[in-house]
């Protein structure tokens, strides 16, 4: 059981709320990450982190932003909600890089809402 | 473009009959190739890593086999339980940068029947 916290694990909210969304982690790990998900469609890579006050954006364009000030700690926020930002927000962490077969543990995600 | 392609996007089995669920690939250069499974609503747990020298792999009831010259995995999964039911997905890393990027497939959605 990897651990990899994420809370909440679900909320619900209103447009043009501010949110963060809280990961932490408590195996050391210098490689945070965050990726969105949709039903059915495949993760999204939205944001990655290679160690304390490193942060990059990813694949995905989001409009959400991310900070490292702790090595356990990697927490996005969306400073005005919209219906668009619906989804499944998971965190994952590793402490490998390129060309090994490092493991990503994932958190058991955020189900966001906003109405 | 580098893409992950899952086949069959939906499978129901009947509890005890074996399974096998397919991936194709793109990506290039080419680090490792990994199965997750994913339970509705949770995050995605690893059930097996395989880097370009290893054809097979396995993990309890789960085995992975991969050719990496036609670019194609499967997971075989035997004697499937009830538990089996969760999406699984193939995610397959290049070594192309330093971060060691991550591409996932949508996941095949497995039913297990009683």
């Known amino acids: 059981e990897a651990d990899i916290y994420q809370t909440p694990r679900y909320l619900v909210i209103g447009t043009g709320k501010k949110i963060t969304l809280e990961c932490s982690q408590t195996?050391?790990?210098?490689?945070m990450y965050w990726y969105q998900q949709d039903p059915g469609m495949e993760l999204h890579l939205i944001h990655y982190?290679?160690?304390?006050?490193?942060?990059e954006k990813g694949d995905l364009s989001s409009e959400s932003t991310v900070s490292r000030i702790r090595t356990e700690h990697f927490p996005l926020t969306l400073e005005s909600a919209r219906p668009s930002h619906t989804s499944q927000y998971l965190c994952?962490?590793?402490?490998?890089?390129?060309?090994?077969?490092?493991?990503?543990?994932f958190g058991p995600g955020t189900r966001l809402t906003v109405t | 473009k580098n893409q992950v392609e899952q086949s069959p996007q939906s499978l129901i089995i009947l509890e005890g009959k074996n399974c096998t669920l397919q991936?194709?690939?793109?990506?290039?250069?080419?680090?490792?190739l990994r199965w997750y499974k994913q339970d509705t609503g949770r995050g995605p747990v690893s059930l097996t890593i395989?880097?370009?020298?290893?054809n097979t792999k396995s993990n309890g009831r789960y085995t992975a086999t991969l050719d990496a010259d036609t670019k194609q995995s499967s997971l075989h999964i035997t004697a499937s339980q009830l538990s089996d039911s969760a999406s699984y997905i193939c995610?397959?890393?290049?070594?192309?940068?330093?971060?060691?990027?991550?591409?996932f497939g949508r996941g095949t959605q497995l039913t297990v029947w009683p």
């Open positions: 994952a962490s590793s402490d490998g890089g390129a060309g090994s077969p490092y493991e990503q543990y």
């Open positions: 982190s290679y160690g304390v006050n490193s942060t």
């Open positions: 195996m050391g790990h210098d490689k």
């Open positions: 991936c194709n690939y793109t990506v290039s250069p080419f680090s490792n």
């Open positions: 995610v397959v890393s290049d070594r192309g940068s330093t971060l060691g990027r991550l591409y």
């Open positions: 395989m880097t370009f020298s290893e």
